[in-house]
């Protein structure tokens, strides 16, 4: 079924992709923040391996450059 149409104010999605997390942030059409939500990859995701936003896919980051 098809959505109906939309009511309510616009809403604007940002996204921040860093080495350390992912952040999405809200805001109205006056820019006024609506809502963030943030994903630590080093405590959120501990089945990557993440230790301070380094993939230890190495024995060593030094044998990895």
Same mark, same amino acid.
């Given at each position: 079924? /098809? ?8 809403? @604007?999605?940002?996204?921040?992709? /860093?080495? &350390?997390?992912?952040? /999405?942030?809200?805001? &109205? ?10 994903? &630590?990859? &080093? ?13 230890? @896919?190495?024995?060593?980051? @030094?044998?990895?450059?």
């Amino acid at each position: 079924m /098809a959505p109906g149409p939309k009511t309510g104010p616009a809403l @604007f999605l940002g996204l921040e992709l /860093a080495t &350390d997390q992912l952040r /999405a942030s809200i805001v &109205d059409e006056s820019l006024e923040l609506v809502g963030v939500e943030c994903v &630590d990859f &080093d405590t959120e995701l501990p089945e990557y391996q993440y230790v301070l936003s380094w993939h230890m @896919f190495c024995s060593s980051v @030094f044998h990895c450059l």
